[in-house]
């Protein structure tokens, strides 16, 4: 009987343990300072905000500020449903970078985006969609 009871103790606790992993990359879990949404990178953060085909970038520290535009440089692609990727035009405005995407026929398009800042590269990948 203490047998059973210890076994299940052990198990209550290591669920508990593992049923808070990963919360942080939940959407919405980051502070997005423009009414984006922000996807967490190795060592700076991404903001993006969709509107229209418009794709507004913007690159945050960990802490959530702004980085200047001057010390990141992005570069990106989009790629339609079987389709292959295609590099985005970047261009800064607004205090953002900013690409247009060509939707085409389809409802969404994934976006790769390369990141470097200070000689550290982190990589993003996320949906933009009609």
Do not use: C, W
Not at 85 to 97: F, I, R
Not at 104 to 116: G, H, I, L, P, Q
């Amino acid at each position: 009987m203490f047998k059973k009871i210890v076994l299940a103790t052990v198990l209550t606790v290591s669920l508990n343990v593992f049923a808070h992993e990963g919360h942080d990359e939940a959407p919405g879990s980051l502070k997005a300072n423009h009414g984006g949404t922000v996807k967490k990178g190795k060592d700076i953060n991404l903001e993006y905000v969709v509107s229209g085909s418009e794709v507004k970038l913007f690159p945050l520290s960990h802490e959530g500020q702004d980085l200047p535009l001057a010390e990141v440089k992005l570069t990106a692609t989009s790629k339609l449903p079987k389709g292959k990727a295609v590099p985005s035009k970047l261009e800064v405005k607004d205090s953002a970078y900013v690409t247009e995407i060509d939707f085409k026929e389809a409802y969404r398009v994934e976006m790769n985006v390369d990141a470097s800042h200070k000689g550290k590269k982190s990589s993003f990948k996320f949906q933009v969609e009609k």
